[in-house]
């Protein structure tokens, strides 16, 4: 039930900063939310559903899923999903993205395309990997791409 | 205005076949929604601003725009923003996609990476590549992906 | 053997204008290029084994193979692989690509995302999808991407 | 020159593990050949050349730039064209990549996309950012793609 879900999202797995209890709370939400839109991943190649939920600066969420390709390098993973449909929307400030993978003993954290992606949006804002129990881990996107290539970096080419 | 702007939509650009009224009313609709949806889009390494409309089978509507990265292959096109969206939402059956531009006196086309996106889909689906003046072509996914590498090319590996 | 695969090579298996013998032996090269260049795919995810063989316009020949990743999406395909190949020792002028897989019944078209990669370099170049037999089809880039997105598309973006 | 690039190379930037002399030989001679690559980069759109050189666990070096393309999410990395180049010669088994940008105050670090599809091959291989000057950073690339989604959890998705 929901109930026992929220509950069990709200089991801090990882050392961090404890929150107050309403950050908790929509922590647990952007959890539920990514659970949820894992339900509608399309990967019949891989079999391995993944849901997003980003959460924007003003409290708006979108969710997203994988959606995959025979042309495997055509698919798509759900973080971009959310991510791309939240700017499609004309959000581009974000504090957080939670990502629900069906790995029960393994947190699902962002591939590296991903990261890239979210990247382009700031380099401080939370990542919410999780197993499927709704448990979570809290990382910021700087730690999970270190020493990045951003907006910055290119720019730079036009002062040498 | 957008009376001006439907008028214009519905002068059909290329030989096709002509839909009774109301699909002419739709497809100047998706076309509108797909011009609208540029309005968010996130370019700014190309200052080329893309939108796409993809129409569910049910008559859902759903919208997208290209978003961009500095590291340039890691950015996202208008049409596959709008297609995983629409299909992070449950659908996966489409009629028509519109693809939006600034381009005057050129029809935006999907590149070939939409197209594959697209044909994972099915490739009995229109797609309406536009003017900025909202003029239209209408060309099936199939024209414009001959040939195309799919789901059953795919799974047809284990019959040899 | 070679002697046996050059002659299953040279039965062409869709009508097309006939080359003089010396433009078919240098398909067959090609083909057999693509089928070797086969072996070295790193596909444990697809199962699907694909090889590629590009000709510059010098005689030069390039080889690929697909280039899968856990995350899908991060993964490359054959053609792009030998195209790149050949981009980064300086040759971006071609005049044909063989395509290679183990499917035994069908011609292994190359993706959408590979034919947009391709026609950066030109729409006028030989594609040669071909069957495990070496038996293979002819057809430009131009027929697999008909109205297709390239670059006097980007730069008409300054023009309005 | 080539000895006064060689000079420069061995300019180590960064605090790290001191190799012997002929770690560094083999290093500086790897940068300088991400830098010669780096002249055969195709970026008409970001005017942003790259190189990249990759080692081989038995020596064999390969070399990659970036190729791009007019839809620019439909172009390649000069990692990923080094690394594939290398792959489809029989290479999977990776000692380190150096990677050359135009950049001069800034060392070039690869982008989430190339960290995720180097990490196919491992996580404890050398990463050497370059500066224009020749000058280098070491970095593991699992200091780069910390908590990656890799091929085990892919696999572990059967556990559950």
Redesign the interface.
């Known amino acids: 039930t929901s109930d026992n879900l929220s509950d069990v999202c709200c089991k801090m797995s990882s050392p961090g900063p404890v929150g107050a209890h309403s950050d908790e709370d929509v922590i647990c939400s952007l959890v539920q939310k990514s659970q949820e839109?894992r339900n509608?991943a399309?990967c019949?190649?891989?079999?391995?559903r993944v849901g997003a939920a980003v959460l924007a600066s003003d409290g708006a969420v979108f969710?997203?899923?994988n959606?995959?390709?025979?042309?495997?390098?055509?698919?798509?993973?759900?973080e971009?999903?959310?991510?791309?449909?939240a700017?499609?929307?004309?959000y581009?400030s974000f504090k957080a993205i939670a990502i629900a993978?069906?790995?029960?003993?393994?947190?699902?954290?962002?591939?590296?395309?991903?990261?890239?992606?979210m990247?382009?949006f700031g380099l401080e804002w939370n990542v919410y990997?999780t197993k499927?129990d709704g448990s979570y881990r809290q990382?910021t996107l700087k730690?999970?791409?270190?020493?990045?290539?951003?907006?910055d970096?290119?720019s730079?080419?036009y002062?040498?």
Do not use: W
Request: glycine share 8%; charged share 20%; with cysteine.
């Open positions: 839109a509608q399309y019949p190649y891989s079999n391995f969710t997203g899923c959606v995959e390709n025979a042309s495997y390098p055509a698919g798509l993973c759900a971009r999903t959310a991510i791309s449909k700017v499609s929307e004309g581009t993978s069906d790995l029960k003993d393994q947190f699902i954290f962002p591939c590296g395309v991903c990261r890239q992606f990247r382009e990997p499927s990382m730690e999970l791409l270190p020493h990045s290539f951003g907006p970096d290119l730079a080419r002062n040498h």
